[in-house]
């Protein structure tokens, strides 16, 4: 049974879509209504969503924008996009975005179910026995193995000390048709950890797998991502990321989330389609073919630090700070101590601002250097709560003692406490405390 997200700031809309889906014989355990983008975030934060269907104007946050956010609290919830514009600006970074379908209103009943339906039947594409597993992946991949010239000449370009850049680009080009031109790049590394599936893998079924985890970057950068992957010299999957200066120069998204949101999608579908855990490696974005070996390096220095915290599985250079003169990787306690000043910083800026309406997971972290994944991460292994969970405790306790210490109104403390609408602070503290803000009262 599924559960599904409709956010439209009119309410109409998402009563209308409601009762269409209830009377539609999908398999539908529950279906939740928002009016605005912060009301969908605490949803997909405290429920378990399948489905985000939303519109893409609504007001202070776009649906673009809370489906950014939705990907970095759960890359796996899939997305519907809805809107009045047939605009292919919005439809192409809604797909870049990972949205299955970009629907114009006024919707067509029927266009809308079947597209809810084909999103929700893909949701159901698990991964099977071990052994057909292995059937599927010989026939399906075998023939999509990158030719060798090509994945060595990209593994040249990547190399720390190359000094003969532009003539690879260049052969690159004229040979094999990958145009690098950037000027742009990061890059994306995949190293799947075969002792987690619980078998013993053969090497032919180690490199079955190894393409498999090579095809799975393809599905999910193939129509947006201007990207080339292969294999590097120990069979890492690697994946170079390249923008030019008219998609850099959007400044709608931010790159750093976007990238991310593609590491944890990779470590979500290679450990749902193939049962085993990876670890990925993420560099930050540099300009020149130049610094391509300096953004192979750092993809490989941000895989090291899955020694260090081994329930952590996607990690970002940026977030881990080196010597500030060399190259040294940080001591052990060096690492304890920059984790420990980063919760307290995020902590102590929660609780100040715990009661602004919009505070979201990526401004703590903006303000404290790192990205949201690892914010995330480290607060929970800190505090012993998800961060999010801990602004909603803030906010209830404080919502709790204005309802008992003052004659404020409903809406009066609604606002006290960050939530736009009374109505959407009612269902959080009823969550939370078990009893309306009226029964509470009395």
Not at 56 to 80: D, F, N, R, Y
Not at 134 to 144: Q, T, V
Request: with cysteine; net charge negative; glycine share 6%.
């Amino acid at each position: 049974m599924y559960n599904i997200l409709i956010v439209d700031d009119e309410p109409l809309i998402c009563e209308g879509l409601t009762q269409l889906l209830f009377t539609s014989g999908i398999d539908i355990n529950h279906i939740y209504n928002a009016n605005s983008g912060y009301e969908a975030l605490d949803y997909l934060r405290m429920e378990d969503i399948d489905l985000l269907v939303t519109d893409i104007q609504m007001g202070t946050m776009s649906g673009i924008e809370l489906m950014q956010q939705a990907k970095i609290i759960k890359p796996w919830v899939e997305v519907i996009i809805i809107s009045a514009h047939e605009t292919f600006q919005y439809a192409q970074l809604a797909i870049r975005f990972g949205a299955k379908d970009y629907l114009i209103k006024p919707l067509s009943s029927e266009q809308f179910l079947s597209s809810v339906r084909h999103v929700l039947l893909h949701i159901d594409k698990t991964a099977r026995d071990q052994d057909q597993l292995m059937s599927d992946l010989s026939d399906s991949f075998r023939m999509r193995e990158p030719l060798p010239v090509r994945t060595a000449l990209l593994n040249r370009l990547l190399a720390r000390d190359a000094t003969d850049r532009e003539t690879i680009v260049a052969e690159l080009s004229r040979q094999h048709g990958v145009d690098l031109g950037g000027p742009y790049y990061a890059v994306i590394k995949v190293r799947l950890d075969l002792e987690s599936g619980g078998r013993d893998i053969s090497q032919k079924d180690g490199q079955l797998l190894q393409y498999a985890v090579l095809n799975i970057a393809g599905e999910l950068l193939d129509k947006e991502w201007d990207h080339q992957s292969f294999y590097d010299a120990d069979g890492t999957v690697c994946i170079v990321i390249q923008w030019d200066e008219a998609r850099y120069g959007d400044s709608s998204v931010d790159k750093v989330n976007q990238l991310e949101m593609i590491g944890r999608s990779l470590h979500f579908n290679v450990h749902k389609f193939l049962g085993f855990g990876c670890v990925v490696g993420i560099s930050q974005i540099l300009k020149g073919a130049g610094f391509l070996g300096e953004v192979h390096e750092q993809a490989n220095k941000a895989m090291l630090w899955s020694r260090q915290f081994k329930d952590h599985y996607v990690f970002y250079y940026g977030d881990f700070k080196w010597g500030v003169y060399s190259e040294e990787e940080p001591t052990e306690d060096e690492i304890t101590a920059q984790n420990n000043l980063i919760v307290e910083r995020s902590s102590k800026y929660i609780h100040q601002n715990y009661a602004q309406k919009g505070l979201t997971l990526n401004e703590i972290a903006q303000k404290n250097h790192v990205s949201p994944n690892y914010l995330s991460y480290l607060f929970k292994k800190k505090t012993g709560y998800n961060l999010w969970e801990y602004v909603i405790k803030l906010r209830m306790e404080e919502s709790k003692r204005l309802i008992l210490n003052t004659d404020l109104r409903r809406y009066e403390i609604s606002e006290l406490v960050g939530y736009e609408s009374p109505e959407h602070f009612s269902k959080i503290f009823k969550k939370y405390f078990g009893m309306s803000p009226s029964e509470m009262k009395k």
